[in-house]
């Protein structure tokens, strides 16, 4: 079986088929010689009887003419005038028997004769010619009309004659008894060709049938048995549950053999694949942990900075109320330097009041110093919470660097709200200053309008210089005004800084969620990948 799968299919079928073909055309050939020496023997026996009806009737026509020879002797003794003549009753009849007898032996003659036949046929013409030169002394004899030679005449017929007829049918018997065994031996040999051809026939066509099925048992345990070993094989794997590591031993050179090593490189191709996608799952769950816990942390990251944010957005709330209240005081203070400017205006005119207006004016500037102090403690608390801005705003950068990729805009904000916070600070310096300046020219004020009541008469010398400090004090409480508007705006927009960093926050949030969804999803889905791929052993 080895050796025979070491043909390949094609030539294997082609082989038996040709075998086949070529103990047919040997069945045929058989047939066909055994037919054709049936036939030749059929044809020869066919001869033979047709050269034994030509002898019995060249035999038959032998005896016809002598019997018509001793007829027209009788007529001849009975004294029958003319009797021997060739137009005689019994002489024409002779005359014709002996042309018809001529005219079958030449007949016989041109058949198919062996060498012996042929010799018998030769010496009964020689005979007969023996037979026609008596008969032709007979007639010359009969015709003198000598009574002598017409007895020497009818002895010739009655003896004579008589014996070369005897030797002439002799030959003839001879001749027919020969082609008798020709044809006997012929049939025989006819019977022993068509018996031979059937038992040809029959071990020729047990030879194709054996020869047919031993071709076929072996054709076909050639290409099942390892196309079977083949498809269990695919069976296994088409089924869920096939064993990759298994390999076909199959090295023969046919095309069931080449199938099978193309199916060990498909099972190698496909081991590698199902180990990688083994590995990959387990790789892809890692991963879908990792980001699940990562998804954690941002969303925990997010719910610090949305809480820290609130803060945040309170506190600026809170500054926002602080500079609003600041902006009253200061708009405030505009007004009682106005009515300094108006009092100042009035001292010059009632100058003889000057006690009554030391004293308002003395008043007066205490108060302002009182607001001056107030207004010192609001700039204070609002540095205090510009520094803590500033603070949350670090914080918040912080946080948003840890957010990695996803806490970029929260950082961008968390660096405007703390570019917002140092400018409030600057601002309150710079306020802080203007009511230090203020706090001074107070005091001074207050000393001045303590020497007022001593000196009145110097009002008049002084007014100016009041009434210019005061246009001073007018437009620096203005630009007070004005950086404390501006403080007012820089708060509101840092409070919806901060508002825009709580949604940004609560958006990390939403996202946070979302990863951890998809993470879970991940995970299942390379849970149910390593089911497939645990249905297969590699």
Known sequence: ???????????????????????????????????????????????????????????????????????????????????????????????????????????????????????????ALATFGKFMKLDEEIVAD????????????????????????????????????????????????????????????????????LMGAALAVLLVRSITRPLSNLNHRLAEIADGDGDLTQRIADRAPDEVGQAARSFNRFADRMQDLVARVAGEADRVARAAGELSTISATLADGASGTSTQAGLVTGGAEEVSAIVSTMAVSAEEMSASIAEIARSAARASQIAGNGVEAADEAARTMTQLGASSEEIQSILDLITAIAKQTNLLALNATIEAARAGDGGKGFAVVAGEVRNLAEQTTSATEHIAEQIGAIRAGSAAAVAAIGRITEVVNEISATQTTIASAIEEQTATTAEMSRNVSETATGSSEIAAGIHSVA??????????????????DLTRASGDLRELVAAFRY
């Open 142 to 209: 009969y015709r003198s009309g000598d009574p002598a030679r017409i007895s020497s005449a009818e002895k010739l017929v009655a003896v004579d004659e008589i014996a070369v007829f005897n030797e002439i049918a002799t030959l003839i018997d001879e001749f027919v008894r020969s082609i008798d065994e020709q044809a006997r031996a012929a049939i025989t040999a006819s019977d022993a060709a068509s018996s031979r051809a059937e038992k040809l026939l029959l071990v020729a066509g047990a030879g194709v049938v």
């Open 503 to 520: 949604r940004t926050a609560q958006d990390t949030t939403d996202g946070a969620e979302r990863t951890r969804v998809t993470a879970h």
């Open 1 to 123: 079986m080895s050796s025979f799968r070491k043909i390949r299919i094609a030539a294997r079928l082609a082989g038996s088929v040709s075998l086949l073909l070529a103990m047919i055309v040997a069945m045929v050939t058989v047939g066909f010689t055994a037919l054709s020496t049936q036939r030749a023997a059929t044809a020869t026996v066919q001869r033979l009887r047709t050269t034994t009806r030509l002898a019995m009737q060249v035999k038959f026509r032998s005896a016809d003419f002598n019997g018509w020879q001793t007829a027209y002797a009788f007529d001849v003794s009975r004294g029958v005038r003319g009797a021997a003549d060739d137009t005689a009753d019994g002489r024409a009849a002779f005359l014709a028997s002996v042309a018809a007898f001529r005219s079958e032996l030449a007949e016989l003659q041109r058949a198919e004769l062996n060498a012996a036949d042929r010799g018998a046929v030769d010496r």
